[in-house]
């Protein structure tokens, strides 16, 4: 009988050692308080030995804010979902936590720590507040990451860097990013055929457009009223040439469909695509609802601006078919470049990464012309493009280190639907609904062609040219948005 009691006793007290083990390091054991904050807590086996080593909780706070903050940084810029996953894994695995799971909406991030029966989970979430496209801070990061799996800096050495990129200022001051998306305006003005009278319009126009959206932003006006307030100045700005007479034989369509391609190239088309095409459909379906919301106010913006115009016997018709000349194509193939190149400063890339995306741009544009001279529609020549910019963003990340995004981003920015979405805007606006719907569908389809496209092109260059290991983490990377 006494040995029966003994032995209960015994069990009893393994029991209780094993779940006081169990616990958070900073919970009281036995009515004192620990202080131990670095080292694993170490869990006892029913008396076979001590169990597995597990990370205390300030640990794996530590390692999960930092991957946290990593993915918002992500996340932000307009990196894909899935893309986004992968690092935060990354981030977490070279810290020692390979056991995580990771969730994210369109404007949240969930990150999780598993450690099995012997400790509880830890999991933390943050909101996704601001959208800043900062393409050196980007790249800053993936480098800060490259260090970090490297072993060339510890976690408090990664999160003080972590700091110092998301609070230094813009590698250049604001005013050159206003002339660059400007520039980029009169780079697609020449690229539709326009002239030189055409790019100067679009470059003020869309100068003028950039301060005062950016003066709206200090007043904290939703970027849906931005947006329509940069359709109707384009529009209204042109319209005003027009009716002075400043510079007569300029082509107003060309103009505002040059403005236009700006306001688009702001969209998050591509990463609405690769999310939807990786199996992350809720963060797809918020893309797409900000796209078809921000696409609602640029015809708002440039509706209002016909009507006034036509109520001042102001006519901004569309154009006719653009004229294609052997003479012309060298200037298209450098003002398609010229295009990339101003939207990636526009955005804050680094120097060394300029000619890349130039020459990605001017690419791309030379592919969709000879495709269109094949026959092949707008619709598949631009998908086809995009394929060979998708391929050539990962093959450029693969080789040299630029961010697939910048290359991207910049790369589809010529090929962009602005003068058909113009055009649809103002058969909606003045023609007939029919046939502005079926324009209008028709820019959706070409927008649908290019994330399409880049997805793709990066997808095929991301499984052939990863190690094997890689590739099977990719994939079993893949399965988690399913």
């Given amino acids: 009988m006494a040995s029966r009691f003994g032995e209960r006793t015994r069990e009893r007290t393994r029991l209780l050692l094993r779940r006081t083990a169990a616990l958070p390091h900073w919970l009281p054991h036995n009515g004192q308080h620990t202080t131990e904050t670095d080292a694993p807590v170490p869990v006892e086996d029913s008396g076979h030995g001590p169990g597995p080593m597990v990370p205390d909780d300030a640990r794996v706070l ?35 936590l390979p056991s995580c799971d990771v969730d994210i909406t369109f404007t949240s991030i969930t990150i999780s ?106 007043y904290g006006l939703p970027i849906f009223f931005q947006q329509l307030v940069g359709a109707f100045l384009a529009t209204g700005i042109t319209a005003l040439v ?64 016909l009507k006034g115009a036509v109520h001042f016997n102001v006519e901004l018709a569309v154009a006719g ?48 012309q000879l495709m269109q001279q094949l026959g092949l529609g707008p619709v598949v020549s631009t998908g086809i493009a995009a394929v060979v910019l998708g391929s050539g963003a990962g093959l450029l990340r693969r080789f040299t280190g630029v961010p697939a995004l910048v290359i991207s981003l910049a790369g589809i920015t010529p090929l962009l639907p602005g003068l058909t979405a113009y055009q649809g805007f103002y058969q909606l606006a003045v023609t007939g609904v029919t046939d502005g719907l079926v324009t209008v569908m028709l820019a959706l389809a070409i927008g649908g062609a290019l994330a399409g496209g880049v997805s793709l092109g990066e997808w095929v260059t991301s499984r052939l040219l990863l190690p094997r290991d890689d590739r099977v983490g990719a994939a079993a990377l893949g399965s988690l948005g399913k």
Avoid: K
């Avoid at 991957?67 to 307009?78: F, K, N, Q, T």
């Avoid at 990451?145 to 230094?168: F, V």
């Avoid at 060309?254 to 939807?276: H, I, P, Y």
């Avoid at 609802?289 to 015809?299: D, G, N, Q, V």
């Fill in 62 to 96: 530590q390692v999960l804010d930092l991957a946290i903050r990593v993915g918002e940084v992500l996340l932000s810029s307009g990196e894909g979902v899935a893309e986004t996953t992968a690092i935060m894994l990354r981030v977490a695995d070279s810290s020692g």
């Fill in 113 to 218: 720590c598993h450690r099995g029966m012997v400790a509880l989970p830890v999991t933390t979430m943050r909101l996704v507040r601001y959208r800043s496209l900062d393409l050196t801070r980007l790249a800053e990061v993936e480098r800060l990451i490259q260090q970090l799996e490297r072993g060339r800096c510890d976690l408090t050495e990664a999160a003080a860097e972590l700091d110092r990129i998301t609070g230094a200022r813009h590698p250049y001051p604001r005013w050159v990013a206003t002339a660059a998306w400007a520039a980029m305006a009169a780079s697609v003005a020449l690229l539709l055929g326009g002239g030189w009278g055409a790019a100067s319009v679009a470059f003020v126009a869309t100068a003028s457009m950039d301060r005062a959206g950016r003066l709206l932003n200090r």
């Fill in 242 to 305: 027009m009716f002075t007479g400043v510079l007569p034989g300029t082509r107003p369509s060309l103009v505002v469909a040059a403005a236009l391609t700006v306001l688009l190239s702001g969209l998050s088309v591509v990463g609405a695509a690769r999310d939807g095409i990786d199996g992350f459909f809720l963060t797809a379906a918020g893309r797409a609802a900000e796209i078809a919301m921000f696409s609602a106010a640029l015809l708002a913006g440039v509706v209002l601006a």
């Fill in 321 to 368: 078919p653009l004229p294609i000349s052997s003479g012309s194509a060298l200037l298209q193939v450098f003002a398609a470049g010229m295009t990339a190149g101003c939207f990636a400063l526009a955005g804050y890339s680094p120097v060394r990464h300029l000619p890349a995306a130039a020459a990605t741009g001017a690419a791309g544009w030379a592919i969709h």
